[in-house]
Each structure stands twice: as C-alpha cells, then as structure tokens.
C-alpha cells in the first residue's frame, strides 16, 4: 500500500485553511493509503516559543487530529521530537543540500524579513527536516495545502541528490497531493493574504474551536465587495473576497464553486453569509465540541501519541539502519 505523511505545527490557532487545506483531505484518505499524519513540534522551534505553550499546542493539535474523524488505529499519529529519526535525518539530508537550493525558499525570506542576519539556523534549514520527515518513512504521497508545494519540490530534489549519490533508488519521489476548492484559504479581512495562525487580527481567521456566535460574526464581518454574487467562476476573477467565500463554500459543502454559483447567482453577500454561516457551524461545530471534550482528556491524548510514537520509530529505525548503511556509516553491535 502506498504510504502518505503529512504534518501540522503546533502553534495554536488551528483554522479552517489547516482544516479545508489539510485536515479535512487527509480524513478522505485513509481508507487508501496507510498514513502517518505528524504533529511537527522541532518545526515550531523554528521560531520563538513558550514552553507550556508548546505543550499545550501540540495535545491541542492531537485533539484536533482526532476530532477531525483521523484514525489512530488503521494510521498514525505522533509527535516529531518522539522519534529521534527526524533529527538524525535531517542531519545527513542537509549534507547533501547545496545552500542554492534554500536560498530560493520563499518562506525563510517570508519569516526572516529584513533580518536575515539575526534568524536562526533552525528557521533556514526548516525545509531539510521537513524532507527528512517525508523520507525517513519512504512516504509517496504528502496531501498538503497550497503554501508547501515549495518545501515538497525541494523534498523530491533532495531524494534524488541521495538517490543519485548513493546509485539505489531508496527514497521514492513524494508526490504533492494539493487538491480541493480550499487549497489556499485566504483572510477573512483581506482577500489577497493567506488566513494564517500568525495574523495579528483574530477576526481574519474561523478557528477550529470557535463557538457560533463566534463564526456567526466573522463571517458576517468578513470583507467584501459590493457586487452580488457573479453567475459564473470567471466573474470571480479580480474579486479577491468573492472568490475566497465561494471557495470556502464549495469546499465545506464538498462541491465545486461552479456548483456553488449555480445556486447563489445574483445572491446579496449578506443571504450568501448566512447560508455560509450555517454550513460552517455544522462543519465546524462538532470538531470544536469534540476537542473540548479531548483537551480535558490529557490521558487519552498522550496515549495516542505515545503508541503512535512507537509505531512510528519501529518504520523509521529500520530505515535508518539502511540509510546508515549506504552512507558507510559504521555501526558496532
Ligand atoms: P502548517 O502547520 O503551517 O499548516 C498545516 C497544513 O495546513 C495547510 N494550510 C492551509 N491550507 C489552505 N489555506 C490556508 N490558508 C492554509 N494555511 C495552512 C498547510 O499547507 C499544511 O498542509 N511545514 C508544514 C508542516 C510540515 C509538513 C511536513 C507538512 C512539517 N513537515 C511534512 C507535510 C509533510 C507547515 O508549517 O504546515
């Protein structure tokens, strides 16, 4: 069976772009591919955190796993820094990886802004471990949303660097699986920005625990334009606000925008935003009230995590120990 890996950081403020973008694709794909679905705690370290944040984050992005219908049983769910492998990896990956090939990343110049000097190593070399993370379990598949198609681009060049310098073809090329009406969710306050856990405004993003009250008044607060709804998806084109509604829409109803349009033709913002507004309260509501449920339940959190931690290193500990040694890398027993 082929193998998928995908990953969320546990930075807090899960949204609906991780769920239509990420979360909600991953559900559909469990009854053909075995997956291992990671939450990337050394990724968060990247940049500055607290220490019970990160905690809480990563049960919080646990809960929200599970909440979200992924199976701990059939597949795996664990957090990166309990398999040692991904560090290793990462290591013995970033020996093969020219600095070209990072320089081009557009995601550290993103977080590092004007002062590249001052970001850290970690939040440049970012990329290399997450390749590490795909590879260290051969995955062939890594169902992500729009903004990681750079990082998995490198993750394929990385796999043949190692392929071509080793002679074998181990690694398997991953193949990006971006797919979806929501592959790139945008704010709910800008049309041309990516809803994001880092925007400073709140109301620019629905968060996975938001109440409906809550989702009833960013979405009524949401920005638009002053037209009604186009008759076609081309009459989306140059409507930033338009278009991302729609396609929230589409996606949470699992149809497409034309199908969408079909329906809301001609539509006043403020019809289409309650009807909007009750689809994500019902997509949305049940996630939320089962990952209250779930964070009061730090037992059943941490033994998924643990048990996925062990299923996890026993795959990764045997490739290791191949990729060891094609590296000619001694091991005594
Ligand atoms: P992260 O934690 O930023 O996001 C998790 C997932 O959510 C998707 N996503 C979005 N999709 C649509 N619209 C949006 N506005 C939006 N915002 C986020 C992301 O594309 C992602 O699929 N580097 C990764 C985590 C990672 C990883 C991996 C992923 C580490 N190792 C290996 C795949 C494979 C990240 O920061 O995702």
């Not at 772009?17 to 794909?29: F, I, Q, R, T």
């Not at 992500?144 to 181990?170: P, S, T």
């Not at 998806?233 to 991302?244: D, I, S, T, Y």
């Not at 403020?270 to 009061?296: C, D, H, Q, Y």
Request: glycine fraction near 8%; proline fraction near 4%.
């Amino acid at each position: 069976m082929e193998r998928i890996f995908s990953g969320v950081q546990p930075t807090g403020n899960l949204h609906l772009g991780n769920y239509l973008g990420a979360l909600k694709n991953w559900v559909g794909l469990q009854e053909r591919f075995e997956c291992i679905y990671c939450i990337v705690d050394l990724h968060a370290l990247t940049v500055p955190q607290d220490s019970a944040a990160l905690t809480a984050h990563t049960r919080e992005v646990t809960a929200a796993f599970l909440a979200s219908g992924i199976d701990a049983k059939n597949g795996i769910i664990f957090n990166q820094s309990a398999v040692a492998g991904h560090s290793e990896l990462a290591w013995l990956l970033g020996c093969l990886t020219p600095l070209g090939w990072l320089n081009r990343m557009t995601q550290f110049k993103d977080k590092a802004g004007k002062h590249q000097e001052k970001a850290g190593l970690g939040l440049y070399a970012y990329p290399v471990l997450m390749a590490a993370d795909v590879l260290l379990y051969k995955a062939t598949h890594v169902p992500v949303g729009e903004d990681q198609k750079q990082h998995l681009e490198l993750c394929r060049d990385i796999a043949g660097a190692f392929n071509r310098q080793y002679g074998v073809e181990y690694f398997p090329l991953p193949e990006p699986q971006i797919f979806g009406e929501a592959t790139r969710v945008m704010s709910l306050r800008d049309g041309t920005a990516k809803m994001s856990k880092s925007d400073s405004s709140d109301n620019s993003r629905i968060n996975l625990t938001d109440d409906r009250d809550t989702i009833a008044r960013k979405v009524r607060k949401a920005k638009t334009d002053a037209d009604p709804l186009p008759e076609s998806v081309k009459g989306l084109e140059g409507r930033p606000e338009a278009a991302n509604l729609v396609g929230i829409y589409a996606a949470l109803a699992g149809t497409d925008r034309k199908a969408v349009l079909d329906r809301f033709a001609g539509a006043q913002f403020s019809a289409f935003k309650e009807a909007l507004t009750e689809l994500a309260v019902e997509a949305l509501g049940p996630i939320g009230e089962a990952m209250t449920e779930l964070k009061r339940d730090t037992a059943t959190v941490d033994g998924v995590l643990k048990e996925g931690a062990e299923r996890a290193s026993a795959i990764a500990e045997k490739h290791l120990a191949e990729i060891r040694d094609l590296m000619g890398l001694l091991r005594c027993e």
